[in-house]
Every structure is written in structure tokens, then in C-alpha cells.
């Protein structure tokens, strides 16, 4: 094929070997890398499969793979110096053709090189029988570290104490291969990448190794590199002789590091020939191979203690789907435990409509971060959508979560000892309160990663993050055919901007557009709540599918126009809420007590908690109320519903909820942001402070108005709000999916 002049900036060489099962995820995984200045050079070893016809059939969609000609099979060290001869890039990426990268890998290594001849990552190996996926380096060695020859050694003695380094992938310089002539040993089919590796060290590279858990190790049946037989150690003992007759004598603590390895390798021959003796039911022969290498003979507790560990981890392959449907792993940190707030009732209605239609949900936390301050959390019976629910750090006893963390419960223990000492007119703990930090956007940690990739374990055929900021769980699924869905439930980079007009900070999250969208363009599919959000994000991620999927409206039998003078605002405490009930409070409220001097305003939810002191001017018309058990009395009691945001994103979901209820509502121009003309026939935005008491004032006076707007609100439900409507974008694309596996990561961002 032909190939620009251009040299790109890293080549992926990948040797394969009667690789088809996982070629075509390897080299998509490949393809998919956000560094899309890269080639992908395929060396055949000798495939009798359809490894050569998946190949050439993805090369002939992307270019940038190279696909050489076939060869006779010479092992993997010989397969890889072939690609090493074809590459044109500035470095040299190894990759198994049976493996996986996150898709930001190379990005990350190449930044993080520091001056770095060699870099490489901590490695998640998975297991194709359903073993719990482990890392390789992650509280075994501390990271980032650099790794000179004797620490190399030393960490390759077999069955040793350290972290094998040598099954890292290595990402080399090409001036590095070129210069010093190092290729791959022919010779070995186990261990050439630490021999490659330990040559290129013994020559004075760099070689930096980074705590990040990007490269994906697939184990499975036909793997070699966890296999040693007798030949493949033979050849390990060869070629240790061979480089330090070539290197010369090395420092003490080097040379220390080598008899060490040479050593391991002896015990390992041992090893193997009293298991051939016992296959063979040698037992003589088994005791005279245990004499004569002690050391050999200790490594028996090795195949009781792997067989201990299977039956402790208890394998479990990924169970197929129990119908017809897909299994849809929805990853989540927001506290869903029921219809017990718009975004947790959002989510619950789209996995509603996806179980309607047939599919099996199940519901990961990652995070303990979702407790919060409240060790114990119920699952509501909505929560019965999904067949599992697991949450890190907690144990699941019925239908309750506990948190493992003491932490969680001081914390709650001194919430609660704050709030009654208040009461008692004592502010001894104010100093020691501290509102948790908003879980949807904590920072990931590694723990979360495993989390994620041990309760998938690469069984999901769908995988949904729940907000933009969940997405980078995506990979740690390790089911790279699966479908990737986000639901943005908002627009988060937009906010910054309003809340800065009214002098407020956001209370969930800060985030810039351009790390918004790389977030959210991890994606094949994104959920917006809201059209203008949805072709917000059309025109800027071209290439990802967007649904629009406003919330469903669960409409009452007939309007509810109320009685009396009993205003409702329902919310949480994040800061839309809040700012906007302080606006209310301040600036309209005290208008309306004028004109109606018995109007009452109910405050439902957790934002009454966060508003402060209330305005002495208004002080006798506001009930807070807090958290209910039902909003329903609530909706049908109150004579107008009012939403005064001033800021957000998303859909305001409090209002589709209260025009559902048949409510004649009054609610500004932020509220309505991207419904606005749906809901006209019900609802008009109004941004001024005595334009809006007026409004309310006048709905108070006119029972027939407001029974009015109560039925046109109704309507609007009806007709613009209905589940149908809300979720056929969705189950549509359920049904159909992409047109073809995406080639994931490098993401056409259009200026915004």
C-alpha cells in the first residue's frame, strides 16, 4: 500500500499468531488511540487462520495500518524485528495481538517520558474463564520509578518477590533500536520482551515506568507468556549466558541480580521435571528430582496455592443475558437509590424503558464517594429495575448499603452531634462539618478502574455513563464491542459563565469545554436531556450519535389547579437551586406579600437546608419542609409551582414534573432552556423580578387562570412528554446500534 512521506509519531508493532479470535478488538484498540499520529504494523507469523483476512479487511479502512506480507512462523521475537525493520515512526509501541490498550495509552506515555529512552505502564491482566482482573504493579512497586539494569533483573527472577517487569510493554525510542542494533532474540518464545528490554538498559537507556493501568493483558487458553515449559526455559538459561558474556562484569548489586535470575530459571527446570515425573506417575523418579533441586521441589505449593485462589475468587464467566435483551451495565456516582432526586428519577426512567424493553441492567458505583456523609443507604423497590447492584466499599445486606469506612460514619456522627448542639444554641463542631464533596465528579482513582473491570469482567453488550464524568470507566469494561452511551443529564462548561454573572460558584462541578467534550466524545452515543444541549453537542462532536431524551412525564388523571394562596418550590441543594430561592426570597416574594398577604411558600427537598437565614420581610410566608415521603399531596395542595433559576444546563426536570402534576407554574427563561417552545402553550419564561410577581400574584387572584394554565400544563405533558416520545431515540438506537464496530478515540472536535 502506499504510505505518506510523513513519519508518524509512534508505530504500533504487533506480531500475531493464529490470532483471529482477538485480532480485530487489538487492532481497533489500536486504531482507536486518542494519538492518532501513529501506523499500526501487523507481522504475521505464520497463520493458518483468518487472521490475514480480518487484517487486510480493517486495513482497507484506515490506512494507517500496514499489513507486511506473510511469513513462515519463527516465534514472536522474530515476527516483531520484521515490523521493527518496517516502522517509520519516532517511537516503537509492542502490543500482543491478543490484547487491549486504553485508548489514551500512547498519549500518556509519550507525555509522561520525561527524557525516558523506554516507557511503560502498570498492565490489567483479565481472564477469559472469568477471574478477577489484576494489576500487575499497583501496590507492588512504587510509581512512577525509574528502572535501571539491577532493579530490571532483580524483578524478572521467576516466581520472585517483585513484580515481573519484563511482561511490561515497552514503548522504545527508534533512534534507541537504530543506534544500538538491539532486535528481539529469535531464540526465545517466553521472556523476549525482557531480554530486548535488559539489553537496550545494559547499553545506558532510560527506561521510566508509570502507574498508569492502560494496557489490558488478555489471559486465556492459548496465551504463552504464562506458560513455561521445559524448551522455553532451556532457552532462557541460553540466552542470560549469552548477554553477560556479551556485557562483561557489573557491579556487585548487578551481579547479585543475575545469579538470582539464573538461579530462579534452575529452580523453575526443577520444577518442571518433578511435574513430568508425577504426570508420568513416576514417583521414584519425582523424589530423586525433589532431592536433587530442593528449590524446585518448594515450588509444588505453587499449583495448590493458584488452585486455592480459583476457588477463593470463584470465576465467573460473563453470564449471557437472561433474555432476548443486552446486558447494560449502567456505571454510576450519583446516589441512586430511588426516585429520590430529578437526576437519580432521569436515570431510573431510562433504565425503566431499556428493562421495558427486554434488557438486563445492572448498576455499578465505583466509588465510595457516593455515600457522602450517610453510611447506611436504601435501595427503594424502583432500584428492582436492575438484576445487580454493586457499590465499592459497602456491604449490601437486603435491601441496604453500609459503608466500610469508619470515616463515613465520624463523619455522619459528627453531622448529626452539630445539628443538635444548633439547636441547643452550641456551635462547638462547626470547625469539623464539611459538606462531602460532590461524588459525580471526585477524581478517579485506581481502585474505582478495578472496581469497574472486576464486576464487568468484558460482559457487557452496552455500557452507559451516567454524566460525562463517568466516562473514563468506559475501557475498564474490557468489552470493546460494546455499545458506549452517556447520559450528560447537563451541560456542565456552560455554567461557569452564569453563575459568574450573579457573583456564585457551581456547586457540582467546574470543567472547561474542551475537557467536557473530550469526556463526553468517548461516547458512541450521547443522551441529551434537552435539544438546544443536544445540537449543541451535534455540531461540536460531528462524529458521536446524539439522542435527545427528555425526562418522561407521568401525568395525573386530570389538572390540579389548587387552592388558596400556597406557592411550591421543590429542589436540592446544589447551587441552581439554592441561588435561585434566594432570588426568589429576596426579590419576588416580598412583591407577592404585598399584593397577597396570606401567600405561603412550601420549600420541598434539601435546598431548604442550604438557603440560610430567611429574609425577615418574609420570614412568617416560608414553610421548609425538607425531604418528604411523597410529592404528590404536595403538587395537588399548591395553587401556583414556581421555578426562579437563574442558572444551569440540562433539563429542568422539577418542571416537566410539575407541569405532569397539572400545575399552573411560573418559571424564568433558564427553566425553560431548551423546552421553551414545547412548553409555551403552558409556561412563559419571565427574568424580571416584578414581572414575575406579578405573574404569580395573578394566577393567586384567578382561580380560573390558573385552573386554565393547570390544563394547558397537562396537555403539554401529555403531548410533548410522553414516555414514547421521551425514550424512542434511545431504544432505537438499542435496536439498530452503530452501523459498524467505531474505531474509537480520535475524536473531530469542531470550534465552539
Request: charged letters at 20%.
Amino acid at each position: 500500500m502506499t504510505l505518506s512521506d510523513e513519519r508518524p509519531l509512534v508505530s504500533v508493532v504487533m506480531a500475531n499468531h493464529n490470532g483471529a479470535a482477538f485480532l480485530a478488538a487489538a487492532l481497533r484498540s489500536a486504531l482507536g488511540q486518542t494519538l492518532a499520529d501513529i501506523e499500526v504494523v501487523l507481522a504475521d507469523d505464520g497463520s493458518t487462520d483468518a487472521s490475514l483476512a480480518i487484517a487486510e479487511g480493517l486495513a482497507a479502512e484506515d490506512p494507517r495500518l500496514v499489513v507486511l506480507p506473510p511469513a513462515p512462523n519463527g516465534g514472536p521475537g522474530a515476527a516483531r524485528n520484521r515490523g521493527f525493520a518496517a516502522v517509520r515512526g519516532q517511537w516503537i509501541a509492542v502490543m500482543d495481538s491478543d490484547d487491549l490498550m486504553h485508548p489514551e495509552r500512547l498519549e500518556r506515555l509519550l507525555a509522561a517520558a520525561d527524557g525516558a529512552d523506554i516507557v511503560a505502564d502498570d498492565m490489567l491482566a483479565f481472564f477469559e474463564d472469568g477471574g478477577t482482573p489484576q494489576p500487575m504493579l499497583h501496590g507492588r512497586l512504587p510509581l512512577p520509578a525509574m528502572v535501571d539494569l539491577t532493579l530490571y533483573v532483580r524483578a524478572n527472577a521467576l516466581f520472585g518477590r517483585l513484580p515481573a517487569l519484563g511482561y511490561l510493554k515497552p514503548v522504545i525510542r527508534a533512534a534507541l533500536l537504530r543506534q544500538s542494533g538491539v532486535r528481539y532474540d529469535p531464540a526465545l518464545r517466553i521472556a523476549e520482551d525482557y531480554d530486548l528490554v535488559a539489553r537496550l538498559l545494559a547499553r545506558g537507556a532510560r527506561f521510566r515506568v508509570l502507574p498508569d493501568l492502560t494496557y489490558f493483558y488478555r489471559r486465556h487458553s492459548a496465551s504463552t507468556s504464562h506458560r513455561l515449559r521445559r524448551g522455553d526455559l532451556l532457552a532462557m538459561l541460553d540466552s542470560d549466558t549469552a548477554f553477560r558474556a556479551a556485557i562483561g562484569p557489573r557491579d556487585a548489586a548487578t551481579e547479585a541480580a543475575f545469579r538470582g535470575r539464573r538461579a530462579s530459571i534452575e529452580r523453575a527446570l526443577g520444577y518442571d521435571g518433578i511435574l513430568a515425573a508425577l504426570k508420568a506417575r513416576d514417583l521414584p523418579g519425582a523424589l530423586r528430582a525433589a532431592i536433587g533441586s530442593p528449590g524446585g521441589a518448594m515450588l509444588l505449593r505453587l499449583p495448590v496455592r493458584d488452585r486455592l485462589a480459583r476457588l477463593l475468587a470463584r470465576p465467573r464467566p460473563a453470564a449471557p443475558p437472561t433474555g432476548p435483551g443486552l446486558r447494560v451495565h449502567v456505571v454510576s456516582r450519583n446516589r441512586v437509590t430511588g426516585r429520590d432526586s430529578g437526576s437519580s428519577a432521569y436515570l431510573l426512567d431510562l433504565c425503566r424503558a431499556m428493562a421495558g424493553a427486554g434488557h438486563e441492567l445492572h448498576l455499578t458505583w465505583p466509588s465510595p464517594a457516593s455515600f457522602g456523609r450517610t453510611p447506611v443507604l436504601r435501595l427503594r423497590p424502583e432500584m428492582a429495575v436492575f438484576r445487580s447492584v454493586s457499590m465499592r466499599g459497602a456491604w449490601r445486606v437486603g435491601s441496604f448499603l453500609l459503608a466500610r469506612d469508619p470515616k463515613v460514619w465520624a463523619a455522619a456522627a459528627i453531622g448529626v452531634a452539630d445539628k443538635l448542639l444548633r439547636k441547643a444554641g452550641i456551635g462547638l463542631l462547626g470547625g469539623l462539618v464539611r459538606k462531602a464533596p460532590y461524588a459525580v465528579a471526585v477524581p478517579w482513582r485506581t481502585e474505582d478502574f478495578l472496581h469497574v473491570a472486576g464486576r464487568i469482567r468484558g460482559g457487557a453488550d452496552v455500557v452507559v455513563a451516567d454524566y460525562a464524568f463517568l466516562t473514563p470507566a468506559f475501557p475498564y469494561a474490557l468489552s470493546p464491542a460494546a455499545r458506549r452511551i452517556v447520559v450528560m443529564h447537563d451541560l456542565f462548561s456552560s455554567r461557569a459563565a452564569q453563575f459568574a454573572r450573579i457573583g456564585a460558584q457551581d456547586s457540582v462541578a467546574l470543567i472547561d469545554q474542551a475537557s467536557e467534550l473530550r469526556l463526553l466524545g468517548a461516547a458512541d452515543a450521547v443522551v441529551a436531556i434537552q435539544g438546544e444541549e443536544g445540537g449543541f453537542i451535534r455540531r461540536l462532536l460531528p462524529g458521536r450519535q446524539v439522542i435527545v431524551a427528555p425526562i418522561a412525564a407521568e401525568p395525573v388523571a386530570a389538572p390540579q389547579p389548587g387552592e388558596g394562596a400556597s406557592l411550591l418550590f421543590v429542589g436540592s441543594d446544589t447551587a441552581p437551586n439554592v441561588d435561585g430561592l434566594r432570588w426568589f426570597l429576596e426579590q419576588v416574594l416580598p412583591r407577592v406579600r404585598r399584593a397577597v398577604p396570606q401567600v405561603e411558600l412550601r420549600v420541598v427537598g434539601k435546598v431548604g437546608g442550604a438557603i440560610g437565614p430567611l429574609p425577615g420581610e418574609v420570614a412568617g410566608a416560608v414553610r421548609i419542609l425538607g425531604l418528604v415521603p411523597d410529592l404528590a399531596p404536595h403538587y395537588r395542595d399548591a395553587a401556583v409551582v414556581v421555578s426562579p433559576l437563574l442558572v444551569g444546563s440540562g433539563l429542568k426536570i422539577k418542571l416537566i414534573e410539575a407541569l405532569a402534576q397539572g400545575k399552573a407554574v411560573v418559571a424564568t427563561g433558564v427553566t425553560l432552556q431548551g423546552v421553551q417552545e414545547d412548553c409555551a402553550p403552558a409556561v412563559r419564561p419571565i427574568d424580571d423580578a416584578g414581572a414575575f410577581a406579578a405573574a404569580v400574584v395573578a394566577l393567586l387572584a384567578d382561580p380560573a387562570l390558573r385552573a386554565e394554565r393547570a390544563a394547558a400544563a397537562l396537555r403539554v405533558a401529555r403531548e410533548r412528554f410522553s414516555a414514547k416520545a421521551c425514550h424512542a431515540g434511545l431504544l432505537g438506537y438499542l435496536r439498530t446500534g452503530p452501523a459498524s464496530a467505531p474505531v474509537r478515540g480520535r475524536l473531530p472536535v469542531t470550534a465552539g
